[in-house]
């Protein structure tokens, strides 16, 4: 069989969902975020405006970076969004926004957010939710748990009810037909995400996957950790769901490592990552009979080899095990040429209050901000789509 390339740099396809004018918004914003200072002190201001409720601060918010970053401030506000996604055959992943959150009454909101969350993606056919441990339970909890240190019985109570809240969602996910996704975060409190993850996909996916834990391949034990995960899964007879990343807290791992004096948990450079990933993505593509992958990455060379790999092996684009994710208001080039080609391609979807979202929208921001002096990634490609329109 002949193997067919996507060609990603196609903007034609990748914008065809954007008007003149939406285009125009977004180049106007990405050419913002493409000034480091402006990122660096506009973004420090935008946090207090909107924490201290300054007049305008939300809306200016709210009509720039959230517009083109969030859903909506609710699961029906988002909507529109997600049925003009669902519209180009993109699905969505609903993403509630609220973070770094501390009492149990914030614990609970957050589950029945989830939960509601998962009401409205059975109602509206959306395949998936998207859930934090850290936002079901204390950091310094999950980070006790993993130190080894002895636990109080209080202490004891609060990882119990925490894992109630995991299995509440997991269990509600597993009855409606929605799949789980559970996030990545700091090594320092990953062990204690792996363990509670590890239990509650050997109870809920028996028959198929409904439970994904994330891995990321900046760390430099993340292939023997995805290697370990899928015997562990065999072990104990059930599909793992495995979804992949490089993963997000590099500078904050390494100063992390430094201050405290103990060796980085992080890949050497970008190259070892990389081919981390693409070893790592391989693994799970190879046994997609007995596990579910979702590639989620803005990586062009990433997508492509997923796509080759599924096309030179004969599996059907839209195989239930064999998933591509991006999120919202990134890397459209590659999302919207997946879904055009057949392939099952989500979006994160995060939603919430303004204050809510804002340190999601700083990262984004920050992302999205020139480096090394060359546009970013995505403002590269908006440019392109501008010239072609000839505007
Ligand atoms: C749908 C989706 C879900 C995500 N969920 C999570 C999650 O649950 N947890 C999480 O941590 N992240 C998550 N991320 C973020 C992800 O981990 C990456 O930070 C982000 O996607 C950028 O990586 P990339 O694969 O898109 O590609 P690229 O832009 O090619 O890679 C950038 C990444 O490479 C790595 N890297 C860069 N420089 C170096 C270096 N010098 N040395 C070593 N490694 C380096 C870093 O991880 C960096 O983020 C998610 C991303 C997506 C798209």
């Known amino acids: 069989m002949e193997k067919q390339q996507i060609d990603f740099s196609d903007t034609q396809i990748a914008f065809a969902g954007k008007s003149d004018k939406a285009l125009k918004e977004t180049a106007w914003l990405f050419s913002m975020m493409n000034q480091p200072f402006l990122v660096k002190w506009g973004s420090k201001l935008a946090m207090k405006a909107v924490e201290w409720n300054l007049p305008f601060a939300h809306q200016v918010v709210k009509n720039t970076i959230f517009k083109q970053f969030c859903g909506g401030t609710t699961l029906l506000d988002s909507l529109p969004n997600i049925e003009h996604l669902g519209h180009f055959q993109v699905h969505s992943i609903l993403d509630y926004g609220a973070e770094a959150k501390s ?161 980085s948990p992080i890949n050497p450079d970008k190259a070892t990552t990389d081919k981390m990933f693409d070893d790592a993505l391989l693994f799970c593509l190879e046994r997609g009979k007995k596990m579910a992958i979702m590639n989620a990455s803005h990586n062009v060379a990433s997508n492509l080899l997923q796509a080759d790999w599924m096309d030179s092996h004969q599996i059907p684009k839209n195989h239930p095990h064999y998933w591509f994710a991006q999120l919202y208001g990134m890397s459209d080039n590659i999302t919207f040429h997946l879904a055009a080609n057949g392939y099952n391609v989500a979006k994160y979807v995060v939603y919430g209050s303004v204050q809510d979202v804002t340190p999601y929208l700083i990262r984004r921001a920050q992302e999205n901000t020139a480096v090394t002096g060359d546009m970013s990634r995505e403002y590269r490609f908006i440019q392109k789509e501008l010239q072609r329109r000839g505007l």
Request: charged residues 30%.
């Open 103 to 263: 009492s149990e009454t914030d614990f609970n909101w957050t589950m029945n957010e989830a939960l509601r969350a998962i009401d409205f993606a059975a109602r509206h056919k959306i395949p998936f939710v998207v859930i934090k441990i850290s936002g079901l339970a204390r950091f310094e909890l999950l980070e006790k748990m993993q130190s080894g240190n002895e636990w109080t019985e209080a202490e004891q109570k609060e990882y119990f009810n925490a894992s109630k809240r995991a299995d509440a969602i997991c269990h509600t996910a597993r009855d409606k037909g929605i799949m789980i996704l559970i996030d990545a975060e700091e090594s320092w409190i990953q062990e204690t995400i792996d363990k509670m993850v590890n239990i509650l996909m050997a109870r809920y996916n028996k028959d198929k996957a409904v439970v994904f834990n994330t891995l990321q391949m900046y760390r430099n034990d993340g292939l023997k950790q995805l290697q370990a995960a899928f015997q562990l899964s065999q072990a104990q007879n059930y599909i793992l769901g495995v979804k992949l990343v490089r993963g997000a807290y590099m500078e904050k791992e390494r100063n992390r490592a430094e201050e405290l004096d103990y060796p």
